[in-house]
Structures are given as structure tokens and as C-alpha cells.
């Protein structure tokens, strides 16, 4: 890896928030760090005194100050700032620097006209809305969930909740009835907000049977909320409440419930492929202070920036994203068909929002690549100084596309992180140049490893990723745990009293880091173990390729397995022995030998989750003969049916395996 593709200008210290907060910890802390390392090793092993300096920088609205920054440093089990009360809406609602009549919401979609909102008028509707939720009955630790795109209303409808000290959850509309209720059943909300459907490009989408079967398939709720988005003049349905009606006039001020660190803010999901979804339970303080630091000080966000991040309500990129306003910057809403009316549309949104910050995701980033995009032809991207790019590991060739296509002067900032820790743990820094291929440092205050088999540390090689430092972040636990034991499970079970997150990391010695894919879909030939990324770069590469999964079917005699390779071709083009040969040849050249696949099968879809994650774990499930349905949960898939074609193929393949009796 390796080419620099970007170098810190020479004044950044004194241009960006990480230099500013530098300047800050030598003056009030009397602490002085010639480089980033330095930075970060203090962050990781003086916990007490980065976090405190979090919260001091930033100067956190408490209602109650801390009696300490945290317990027993030992996970799980760490508590964070304990006697602090404080209310995330509050801190967000503050948008420092902004004024009153400065845009801070500003939201388009392919649904209905583009809509802004300063920071007055955004105060003034959480105002309003949380006074309908009070009048609704909604208090602290109720569960209040929105079936709803990236829309104003599910941002306000999120802060009015958490100013209250009720729970969030969302659910984006594309969501299929059984995915989104068995997500809620675990919670168990008392108000749904719902959309009546939306427009996907020039497509209309009508949610209003699925808003029935999830209201039916869920006895708790107590009020239901129409927007009528996709038909602004549509009829509200029987038993439920307008969104007018809940954001009446109202003399109520806007109050914020005082609320423990730790206090639940909102749950998220994992992606429940395969069982139920995990309900993952995230706090006011740990995601307020974790959000501060990653976008003020990695990501260089203020109240000159336009930040837009291309994600859904049912993606934990949609709650980074609506941090924004808690460092001054504005946020900007799509919600719509990225790819509609075609790649372009947007670089066009980032240049007619004055976009500064471009966040989306690898896939997408590589699909304008291969369509030959060249944005900066097709939109004045002057104001863009950075760009973000997450969902899977963004290959050297991305990297080069953005700074041939996009911009040679803005930082490309490649980061990873997950559901689990609603952040990224690994990504960008102002201070530091960018590498083609590699995500440039480890976050302040994650102390992320890479272990070997044996669990040692390494550096320079392919090791399981932990994390051996508590971050504030980390859930509070899972919704209906009382023990934690499947919060242990989950993430502490493999290495005691280490965080494993599940994925091969090889972090360099410069820091650096590169992420190969998931660790629970490794490909291991002859005790090597090979990350899946590579694979796909490779492969997807080639033109003939529009998408492509690959996995390992072990040997249960400890031979090499066989090692399987489907791939999606481009319209009209068939799978012949030329083809073949060309793949193998390319991974042969490009990797190695090993990496060479037994078979390669032509299907028409690769299975992905609602977020464009790959679903290996479940195919290889499939190929080894787990029924479909206990091998993923199809409400899950943004394609279920692509499931189908891979149980057809294990079916022919056991057929041709089985000897016939004599």
C-alpha cells in the first residue's frame, strides 16, 4: 500500500479543530504532542484525562457535573462519567456558533421539494413535537419508533424524543414488515410515527399495508403518527394522529430531562441476517462525547460546513450524521435513489447544497469508477475539502479515482467502525497524509489492535480486530439483557475482557490501517488466512464484473477446502471457460496462487443486507446445507430472492456428490 495521495498542508495545526484542541490541552492541560501518535497513545492509556478533556473542550451542558470520568477500566462493565445528568438534544441544540437564522437542517429528496431549516426553526419544531409527545403520555424510558427516510421530521421527531428522556429507534421504509417488527417487538414502543410511503427515483413506493401490519404486530403501541409524505394530501388513516396534530402551537417551552450519562438515547440493530436482530442500546453521554471527537477533531466539522452523508434511517451512519449541529455544522438530508436519474445526481446535490463534507459509501464510490464518472466535470465541487467513505474497505483504486475525479486538494478519509460503537474507530485525521488503500490512523481514544491466532499483538500482519480500552460509546447493553450475557457473547467471549469486533485488520507501523473483511467469512487455504476485500477489488475490477461473493468450504479431513466464486456479470454477458481463465489469471497476478478459486458460477444477485453489506456468513451457511430461512432472515435482505439461487446450487451439488447404491 502506500502512494500519498494527499499531504497536510504546513499550517494545518493551525487551520484545523485537532490543532485547536492541541493548542487547548497545552494551555489548560499543560500536555504538548509533536505528532499524532504521540496524541493517540495518550488518549488510549490516559483514558481519565483524554475523556475529561472531551468534555472540558467541548464544554459539555451537564446538569449535574461528573463525581469521576469512569469506573473499573475493565470490560464489559465500565461506567463513564457516573453522577453526571445531561441530555444529548440539549448538547445538539446548542449548534454553537450558529445563529439563529443560519441553515442548519437542509434536506432534499426525490419525495417533495427541497426544504431548509435555520437553527431557530429547528429548535422551534423539537419544541413543539416534544410537546405532542408529553401530551401523547410519552415519558423517560418510553420507546418512541419512526418508519421513516432522512427526512426532517424523523431528525426533530429523534431530538424531541431524547429531550424528554424517552428511547429512539428507527426503521427506514424499505424495510419489509417482518424485518421492522422484529426489531420493535423487543422493545416495545408506545408511539409509531409512520410515513405513508415515498419515491424511490421516479418510483412511487405505498407503505400504507405495511404500516397496518406492523401497527397490528405490535400490542404496546398506544398512538400512531401519519406523515403524508408521499401523498401530501392523502387521508389519515383511522385511529392515528396527523403530524400536524402532534407539532400543534403550543406555549410549552423546550425543556430537557436531566438524564444519567448511561441513559438509553436510542437503539440500533444489528443487520439480523441470521436470527433476531440484536437491539443494541446506546447512551446519551457516550454517543454525545464520542460524536464531538470524531467529527470536530477527525472529520475537522464546524460551523463553516455543509455535511452530507449518504445513508438511510435504518443505518448507524444516519445518527453520526445527526451529531452535525453538536459541532456547528449544517447537515444535509437526501433521501431518494442515489443512483437516480444516474451517478451524478449527488455530486450535483453536493455542489447545490454547498456541501464541504461528502460522506458514502465504498460501493458507491467504486460503481461511479466503473461507470467512467468524472464529478468534477459534472458539478463545481470547489467547497468540497472532504470526502468520506465507509460500509466496506475502499480499495487503492478508489482512493486514486477521488483524487483523479473528485478533487487533488481535499482529504479522503476511508474509516470503519460499526453498528456496535455507533462510530468509527479507524479512519482520517487532518494531521496525517493519505495512503492509497489504507485508512490512515487508529480514532483518539480507540485502542484498537490486531491479534494472531495465538492472541497476541501484531503489527504488519492479518489479525482478528479488538479493542483493549473501554470507549463511552460502547452499547449500554442489549434492550431485554438483564445479565448482560448476550452482550458478553456477543463481543467479549473469544477474548476475555477484550473487545473483539469481528473483522481482519493489518495495522502497519506507521500506524495505518487496512481492514480485509469480516473474520467470521475467512477464507483459510492451508492455514493461511485471506480477507475477502482483496478478492472483490480484484475481481470487480475486471468490467465483465458487476459484483461478485466469494467463500471457503472447509475440509473436515484438514485439506484445503475448496474455495467457491459467484459472480454477477454485466448485462448480456454470459460465463464461458475465456472469462474463467481471465478472473483466475487476474487473481493469480494480483494476489496469489492460493487465492485462485476451484470453481467460479455466474447468478444474477448477490445477497445484500438494507445497508449494501455482502452476505457471505449466510451463503456459506446455505452451500453447506442450512435451509434458507435459518440461514438468513429475508426481511433483512434488500434481496431476499437472490437466496434461492445459491440453495438451487447446494441442492445439485449434494445430487452429483451422493454415490448411488450399487
Request: hydrophobic residues 40%; aromatic residues 8%.
Given at each position: 500500500?502506500?502512494?500519498?495521495?494527499?499531504?497536510?498542508?504546513?499550517?494545518?495545526?493551525?487551520?484545523?479543530?485537532?490543532?485547536?484542541?492541541?493548542?487547548?490541552?497545552?494551555?489548560?492541560?499543560?500536555?504538548?504532542?509533536?505528532?499524532?501518535?504521540?496524541?493517540?497513545?495518550?488518549?488510549?492509556?490516559?483514558?481519565?484525562?483524554?475523556?475529561?478533556?472531551?468534555?472540558?473542550?467541548?464544554?459539555?451542558?451537564?446538569?449535574?457535573?461528573?463525581?469521576?470520568?469512569?469506573?473499573?477500566?475493565?470490560?464489559?462493565?465500565?461506567?463513564?462519567?457516573?453522577?453526571?445528568?445531561?441530555?444529548?438534544?440539549?448538547?445538539?441544540?446548542?449548534?454553537?456558533?450558529?445563529?439563529?437564522?443560519?441553515?442548519?437542517?437542509?434536506?432534499?429528496?426525490?419525495?417533495?421539494?427541497?426544504?431548509?431549516?435555520?437553527?431557530?426553526?429547528?429548535?422551534?419544531?423539537?419544541?413543539?413535537?416534544?410537546?405532542?409527545?408529553?401530551?401523547?403520555?410519552?415519558?423517560?424510558?418510553?420507546?418512541?419508533?419512526?418508519?421513516?427516510?432522512?427526512?426532517?421530521?424523523?431528525?426533530?421527531?429523534?431530538?424531541?424524543?431524547?429531550?424528554?428522556?424517552?428511547?429512539?429507534?428507527?426503521?427506514?421504509?424499505?424495510?419489509?414488515?417482518?424485518?421492522?417488527?422484529?426489531?420493535?417487538?423487543?422493545?416495545?414502543?408506545?408511539?409509531?410515527?409512520?410515513?405513508?410511503?415515498?419515491?424511490?427515483?421516479?418510483?412511487?413506493?405505498?407503505?400504507?399495508?405495511?404500516?397496518?401490519?406492523?401497527?397490528?404486530?405490535?400490542?404496546?403501541?398506544?398512538?400512531?403518527?401519519?406523515?403524508?409524505?408521499?401523498?401530501?394530501?392523502?387521508?389519515?388513516?383511522?385511529?392515528?394522529?396527523?403530524?400536524?396534530?402532534?407539532?400543534?402551537?403550543?406555549?410549552?417551552?423546550?425543556?430537557?430531562?436531566?438524564?444519567?450519562?448511561?441513559?438509553?438515547?436510542?437503539?440500533?440493530?444489528?443487520?439480523?441476517?441470521?436470527?433476531?436482530?440484536?437491539?443494541?442500546?446506546?447512551?446519551?453521554?457516550?454517543?454525545?462525547?464520542?460524536?464531538?471527537?470524531?467529527?470536530?477533531?477527525?472529520?475537522?466539522?464546524?460551523?463553516?460546513?455543509?455535511?452530507?452523508?449518504?445513508?438511510?434511517?435504518?443505518?448507524?451512519?444516519?445518527?453520526?450524521?445527526?451529531?452535525?449541529?453538536?459541532?456547528?455544522?449544517?447537515?444535509?438530508?437526501?433521501?431518494?435513489?442515489?443512483?437516480?436519474?444516474?451517478?451524478?445526481?449527488?455530486?450535483?446535490?453536493?455542489?447545490?447544497?454547498?456541501?464541504?463534507?461528502?460522506?458514502?459509501?465504498?460501493?458507491?464510490?467504486?460503481?461511479?469508477?466503473?461507470?467512467?464518472?468524472?464529478?468534477?466535470?459534472?458539478?463545481?465541487?470547489?467547497?468540497?475539502?472532504?470526502?468520506?467513505?465507509?460500509?466496506?474497505?475502499?480499495?487503492?483504486?478508489?482512493?486514486?479515482?477521488?483524487?483523479?475525479?473528485?478533487?487533488?486538494?481535499?482529504?479522503?478519509?476511508?474509516?470503519?467502525?460499526?453498528?456496535?460503537?455507533?462510530?468509527?474507530?479507524?479512519?482520517?485525521?487532518?494531521?496525517?497524509?493519505?495512503?492509497?488503500?489504507?485508512?490512515?490512523?487508529?480514532?483518539?481514544?480507540?485502542?484498537?489492535?490486531?491479534?494472531?491466532?495465538?492472541?497476541?499483538?501484531?503489527?504488519?500482519?492479518?489479525?482478528?480486530?479488538?479493542?483493549?480500552?473501554?470507549?463511552?460509546?460502547?452499547?449500554?447493553?442489549?434492550?431485554?439483557?438483564?445479565?448482560?450475557?448476550?452482550?458478553?457473547?456477543?463481543?467479549?467471549?473469544?477474548?476475555?475482557?477484550?473487545?473483539?469486533?469481528?473483522?481482519?485488520?493489518?495495522?502497519?507501523?506507521?500506524?495505518?490501517?487496512?481492514?480485509?473483511?469480516?473474520?467470521?467469512?475467512?477464507?483459510?487455504?492451508?492455514?493461511v488466512r485471506l480477507g475477502t476485500a482483496e478478492f472483490y477489488s480484484v475481481v470487480e475490477g475486471l468490467d465483465e464484473v458487476v459484483d461478485s461473493v466469494v467463500v471457503h468450504l472447509e475440509d473436515d479431513e484438514g485439506g484445503a477446502g475448496e474455495l467457491l466464486l459467484f459472480v454477477v456479470l454485466a448485462e448480456g454477458l454470459e460465463l464461458d471457460d475465456d472469462l474463467r481463465r481471465k478472473i483466475c489469471r487476474e487473481l493469480r497476478t494480483a494476489l496469489s496462487p492460493r487465492h485462485v478459486p476451484d470453481e467460479i458460477h455466474q447468478v444474477r444477485a448477490v445477497p445484500r443486507t438494507l445497508s449494501a453489506k455482502k452476505l457471505e456468513v449466510p451463503v456459506k451457511k446455505i452451500l453447506t446445507g442450512t435451509p434458507v430461512d435459518d440461514a438468513a432472515a429475508r426481511g433483512a435482505l434488500a434481496n431476499p430472492e437472490s437466496l434461492t439461487a445459491f440453495a438451487a446450487f447446494a441442492q445439485r451439488r449434494t445430487a452429483t456428490e451422493t454415490p448411488t447404491s450399487a
Amino acid at each position: 500500500m502506500g502512494d500519498v495521495l494527499w499531504t497536510p498542508p504546513a499550517d494545518v495545526r493551525e487551520r484545523s479543530r485537532i490543532g485547536g484542541y492541541l493548542r487547548w490541552l497545552a494551555e489548560h492541560r499543560g500536555l504538548e504532542f509533536t505528532d499524532y501518535d504521540a496524541l493517540w497513545q495518550w488518549s488510549v492509556t490516559d483514558l481519565d484525562g483524554f475523556w475529561r478533556s472531551i468534555w472540558d473542550h467541548f464544554g459539555v451542558v451537564a446538569h449535574t457535573e461528573p463525581t469521576a470520568t469512569l469506573t473499573d477500566p475493565a470490560m464489559p462493565g465500565t461506567r463513564w462519567f457516573p453522577g453526571a445528568t445531561l441530555n444529548y438534544a440539549e448538547n445538539v441544540l446548542r449548534m454553537p456558533g450558529l445563529g439563529d437564522d443560519d441553515p442548519v437542517v437542509i434536506a432534499h429528496g426525490q419525495t417533495r421539494a427541497p426544504e431548509t431549516l435555520t437553527a431557530a426553526e429547528l429548535r422551534e419544531r423539537v419544541r413543539r413535537v416534544a410537546a405532542g409527545l408529553r401530551r401523547l403520555g410519552v415519558r423517560p424510558g418510553d420507546r418512541v419508533a419512526a418508519y421513516a427516510p432522512n427526512i426532517p421530521e424523523t431528525y426533530v421527531l429523534l431530538l424531541a424524543t431524547a429531550s424528554l428522556g424517552a428511547i429512539f429507534s428507527s426503521c427506514a421504509p424499505e424495510f419489509g414488515t417482518r424485518s421492522v417488527s422484529d426489531r420493535w417487538r423487543q422493545i416495545e414502543p408506545k408511539v409509531l410515527v409512520a410515513v405513508d410511503g415515498y419515491r424511490y427515483g421516479d418510483k412511487p413506493v405505498d407503505r400504507r399495508a405495511e404500516v397496518a401490519a406492523i401497527r397490528a404486530a405490535l400490542p404496546s403501541l398506544e398512538h400512531t403518527v401519519a406523515v403524508a409524505y408521499l401523498d401530501p394530501a392523502g387521508a389519515v388513516p383511522d385511529g392515528t394522529l396527523s403530524w400536524a396534530e402532534l407539532a400543534a402551537p403550543t406555549d410549552e417551552p423546550l425543556a430537557f430531562a436531566p438524564v444519567p450519562f448511561d441513559h438509553p438515547l436510542y437503539v440500533l440493530y444489528s443487520s439480523g441476517t441470521t436470527g433476531l436482530p440484536k437491539p443494541i442500546v446506546h447512551g446519551h453521554g457516550g454517543i454525545l462525547l464520542e460524536h464531538l471527537k470524531m467529527l470536530a477533531l477527525h472529520h475537522d466539522l464546524g460551523p463553516s460546513d455543509r455535511f452530507l452523508w449518504f445513508t438511510t434511517t435504518g443505518w448507524m451512519m444516519w445518527n453520526f450524521l445527526v451529531s452535525g449541529p453538536a459541532v456547528g455544522a449544517a447537515i444535509v438530508l437526501f433521501d431518494g435513489n442515489p443512483g437516480h436519474p444516474d451517478l451524478g445526481g449527488l455530486w450535483r446535490l453536493a455542489e447545490e447544497t454547498g456541501t464541504t463534507y461528502f460522506g458514502t459509501s465504498a460501493p458507491f464510490l467504486l460503481a461511479c469508477r466503473k461507470a467512467g464518472l468524472v464529478p468534477r466535470e459534472i458539478a463545481d465541487l470547489s467547497a468540497l475539502r472532504g470526502v468520506g467513505s465507509t460500509g466496506a474497505p475502499l480499495p487503492a483504486e478508489g482512493f486514486t479515482w477521488v483524487y483523479e475525479t473528485v478533487g487533488d486538494d481535499l482529504q479522503l478519509q476511508s474509516l470503519s467502525g460499526g453498528t456496535d460503537v455507533c462510530t468509527g474507530f479507524v479512519g482520517g485525521v487532518p494531521l496525517l497524509p493519505v495512503h492509497a488503500g489504507e485508512i490512515t490512523c487508529r480514532a483518539l481514544g480507540a485502542r484498537v489492535e490486531a491479534r494472531s491466532a495465538d492472541g497476541a499483538p501484531v503489527i504488519g500482519e492479518l489479525g482478528e480486530l479488538v479493542i483493549t480500552a473501554p470507549m463511552p460509546s460502547m452499547p449500554v447493553g442489549f434492550w431485554n439483557d438483564p445479565d448482560g450475557a448476550r452482550y458478553r457473547e456477543a463481543y467479549f467471549d473469544v477474548y476475555p475482557g477484550v473487545w473483539r469486533h469481528g473483522d481482519w485488520i493489518t495495522i502497519n507501523d506507521r500506524g495505518g490501517c487496512v481492514i480485509t473483511g469480516r473474520s467470521d467469512a475467512t477464507l483459510n487455504r492451508g492455514g493461511v488466512r485471506l480477507g475477502t476485500a482483496e478478492f472483490y477489488s480484484v475481481v470487480e475490477g475486471l468490467d465483465e464484473v458487476v459484483d461478485s461473493v466469494v467463500v471457503h468450504l472447509e475440509d473436515d479431513e484438514g485439506g484445503a477446502g475448496e474455495l467457491l466464486l459467484f459472480v454477477v456479470l454485466a448485462e448480456g454477458l454470459e460465463l464461458d471457460d475465456d472469462l474463467r481463465r481471465k478472473i483466475c489469471r487476474e487473481l493469480r497476478t494480483a494476489l496469489s496462487p492460493r487465492h485462485v478459486p476451484d470453481e467460479i458460477h455466474q447468478v444474477r444477485a448477490v445477497p445484500r443486507t438494507l445497508s449494501a453489506k455482502k452476505l457471505e456468513v449466510p451463503v456459506k451457511k446455505i452451500l453447506t446445507g442450512t435451509p434458507v430461512d435459518d440461514a438468513a432472515a429475508r426481511g433483512a435482505l434488500a434481496n431476499p430472492e437472490s437466496l434461492t439461487a445459491f440453495a438451487a446450487f447446494a441442492q445439485r451439488r449434494t445430487a452429483t456428490e451422493t454415490p448411488t447404491s450399487a
